[in-house]
């Protein structure tokens, strides 16, 4: 059995999505300078590095952590290669086998960017007809391997609110890296706490 880790490293490599806060880890007691045990302080985003978007992200009566179900980032799944310069058009997803109840990841070459601690303002993302097409799919979850599915400066976060609007959730900052395309099992389960509307991922690829 192949596990492929496909979560990026919480730590201040990880780049900041515009101006947003560095994820913060301070080690409060420490057996190195006397306590009796170690113990971590951690501090960051609802959405940051490798993470889940919930419909309450965008949506204010969408689900949350605590209500969005799991199989949505849990079971087979499909990593899917799309090699575009441009963002993400409804043309790049036709003709790839894209089915209701799926769960689609995207490698658009972008993982290398999840950890040299620079935000890519021009990151490859979709554009709202790529989103509607994989609404009329009626697919269950879309994950990409940088930041964001909206392109950076969007104002109004079009695609965000078509997917999420529908209930598709979505995964941002996988690290697809080395990751051939099929099917595997994945598991990429959010922190349970209420009105969460994301939450970083540990997330994870098992082969068939």
Known sequence: MKIYDITAEISQNLPPYGNGFRPQITHPAQMSKGDSYNISKLSFSSHTGTHADMPLHFIAD???????????FYGPA???HVPVKNHIRKADLVGLDI????IIL??????KYMGDGTFKEDFIALIPEAAEYLVEKKIKTLGIDYLSIDPYGSDDF???????GNNIAVLEGLVLDGVPEGEYILSALPLKYPNGDGSPVRAILVEM
């Open 158 to 164: 079009a695609v965000h609110k078509i997917l999420l």
């Open 106 to 111: 995207l490698n658009t070459g972008q993982s």
């Open 78 to 80: 499909k990593v899917m």
């Open 62 to 72: 969408g689900t949350d952590c605590t209500t969005t179900p799991l199989d949505h």
């Open 99 to 102: 089915q209701a109840g799926d």
